[in-house]
């Protein structure tokens, strides 16, 4: 019963690090391009991935479950087009979504409970990730000619900059 979500829930670590590896290769990309605000953009968004990854790590800790780490796939770090980064990243957003839904499911179907409760945390956060990157994709469509009207736009409203979330699930390594 545990063990099939546990296997599940390791290989969303793996999806984790994956969009942490992915936005940090965006944050390079317009890091290179002269683009700070969108680069400490996602700087910060991968530092949330890895966050969500070290949550689900510690939750396998706590059940005593075995934690795997996977490989993970190289990214690019240079794009054609200033959009295609944040299409790409709304996305594995709305993939994620997918997958945490998924998760939920499977830890209602096998009846674990334990694994239900800490996966509600996660359907919260999708949707607000997901909305995130749907603004940030209508203000970069609207600045293409002109990225930096979207770094004006992230100076002054510091999207996704809300601070710690106190119902956030503790993170391996954290401490607490
Ligand atoms: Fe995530
Ligand atoms: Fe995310």
């Given at each position: 019963?545990?063990?099939?979500?546990?296997?599940?829930?390791?290989?969303?670590i793996?999806?984790?690090?994956?969009a942490h590896q992915?936005y940090?290769a965006i944050a390079?990309?317009?890091?290179?391009?002269?683009?700070?605000?969108?680069?400490?953009?996602?700087?910060?968004?991968?530092l949330e991935?890895r966050g969500?990854a070290?949550?689900?790590?510690q939750?396998?800790?706590d059940?005593?479950?075995?934690v795997?780490l996977?490989?993970?796939?190289?990214?690019?770090?240079?794009?054609?087009?200033?959009v295609t980064?944040?299409e790409?990243?709304?996305a594995?957003?709305?993939?994620?979504g997918?997958e945490?839904?998924?998760l939920f499911?499977?830890?209602?179907?096998?009846?674990d409970?334990?694994?239900e409760?800490?996966?509600?945390?996660?359907?919260k956060?999708q949707?607000?990730?997901v909305?995130?990157?749907?603004?940030?994709?209508?203000v970069v469509?609207?600045?293409?000619?002109?990225?930096?009207l979207?770094?004006?736009?992230i100076?002054?409203?510091?999207p996704g900059?809300?601070?710690?979330?106190?119902?956030?699930p503790?993170?391996?390594?954290?401490?607490?």
């Amino acid at each position: 019963m545990a063990e099939k979500f546990a296997k599940a829930l390791n290989e969303q670590i793996g999806h984790e690090f994956a969009a942490h590896q992915q936005y940090v290769a965006i944050a390079v990309h317009y890091d290179a391009e002269t683009l700070p605000q969108l680069a400490h953009f996602f700087y910060r968004q991968a530092l949330e991935e890895r966050g969500h990854a070290m949550m689900m790590v510690q939750y396998l800790l706590d059940v005593g479950e075995e934690v795997h780490l996977p490989d993970i796939k190289s990214q690019a770090t240079s794009y054609s087009a200033g959009v295609t980064p944040v299409e790409k990243a709304l996305a594995q957003e709305k993939r994620v979504g997918e997958e945490i839904f998924a998760l939920f499911e499977l830890a209602r179907e096998v009846k674990d409970y334990r694994a239900e409760q800490f996966m509600q945390w996660f359907v919260k956060e999708q949707v607000e990730e997901v909305a995130l990157m749907g603004d940030l994709l209508n203000v970069v469509e609207r600045s293409k000619e002109n990225l930096l009207l979207a770094e004006d736009y992230i100076a002054r409203e510091n999207p996704g900059e809300g601070g710690g979330d106190p119902t956030a699930p503790p993170a391996a390594g954290m401490g607490g």
